[in-house]
């Protein structure tokens, strides 16, 4: 029970997706034009990727090696046809809005990266444990970017008008270039926290804050 | 005329990193030389290119007929991942200098969200096949370009003092903002 709260709780803080992994970019800035937008998609990351680290984790003794992506994409693949279906069918408007999103799922790195990384390596309770964890993670920094863009790009949170009366919006802020702004700042604070708090403990400063997907492709010979 | 415009429209209107905001691993990825950033820009090119027009004929010969467009999402990324295998090997035995120039980046371009994110785009506003495969020309070289401004602009950084916080992709997602608001500009173009 210790280590699956374990496994649970480091997707929270240490290893939250898109600030501390950098993993699954493309959505955060996609999708985050308001908070419940975020939220949504959020709600389907968890779903895919509880389910996909549970199932490969489950068959991850029988696959072979050498085309075991493949067969991580196929199931990951199948999962999220699933999720379309089930968004198509219970939540139209959503699915209308994060549109071609949603099967980008599949490509998405946080699900392949939590597969090979954690899901083939261990044992089913566990990769369901970090699945969630990290889904939960990701679904609070969705959160939070598109609470931050909608509240300065619109002056409402979750659709209500929550700001002072002469509020301007700042309408850049809903537009592509808040996104990048929106979330490279807070990529920033983030760091700066793990700077301060690693110099209070008298720790080395951590050497590589970013890597991530990004990480993989300047070193395309490893 | 048209055509023109639709070029013009991929490349600099709807950037497809800077205003669709699909691709941005290899776009905050890639970016730190300028060779490096054209050998990504092609190998994307040439697969989207080849991938779009492959799963055209897949999703109105295959899935639409049978009434199976539900499939698409799984059989699109399947196709893809096994364009790319085909294409490395091809490439390794026939033609070895591309492969030398594109070798190291095709196994990444698998999961990369510009290919499906295109196959799937164009399926949506329901191209004919020709003009599928020529926006998907028009949009790889959109993001072609957006790469090797951002690996122009970080050669420069490199010999600046950045605060640490902000080393790495945090100011690259800065720096991809400003870009996206001057890219913005063009929109009174059309």
Redo the contacts between chains.
Sequence with gaps: MASMWKEFSKGLWNEIPPFRL?LG??PT??VTKSADNGLGMGLAVIFVLVLSNAFISAVRKIIPKKVR??CF??IS??L??AV??LMQAFAYPLYQQLG?FV??I????II?GRAEAFAAKNPVHLSIADGLGIGVGYTLALTLVGALREMLGTGMLFGKYIMWESFQPFK?MV???????A???L???M??I??IQARKRGDE?PVN??S???????N??K | MDYFLMFIGAVFVNNIV?????????Y???S?EKSVSIG?GSAVCFVAVLATAITWVVQKKLLDPYDLG?????V???VI?ALVQFVEMFLKKMIPPLYKSLG??LP?I????CV??LA??VQ?EEYGLGVAVYYSFAASMGFMLALILMAGIRERFALCRV????????????M???M??SF?AFKGMI
Excluded: D, H, W
């Design positions: 950098v970019l493309c800035l996609a992506i493949v994409i196929a693949a199948t999220v046809v379309e279906l071609i099967p980008l599949v490509v998405n790195c392949l850049i537009e592509a270039p808040g996104a990048f702004l979330l490279g700042s990529l920033g604070l760091n700066c793990t700077i400063l804050l970013t991530g997907c990004g990480g993989a492709c300047c395309p010979e | 800077l205003a669709q905001y699909l691709g941005q691993c290899p905050l990825g890639c730190k990504m539900y499939l698409q999402t799984i699109f990324i399947l991942a190291i980046f990444l698998t999961t990369n969200c499906l994110g799937i785009l949506r605060p640490r916080g902000l080393q790495g992709t945090s100011l690259g997602l800065i991809a903002g400003l996206s608001l913005m």
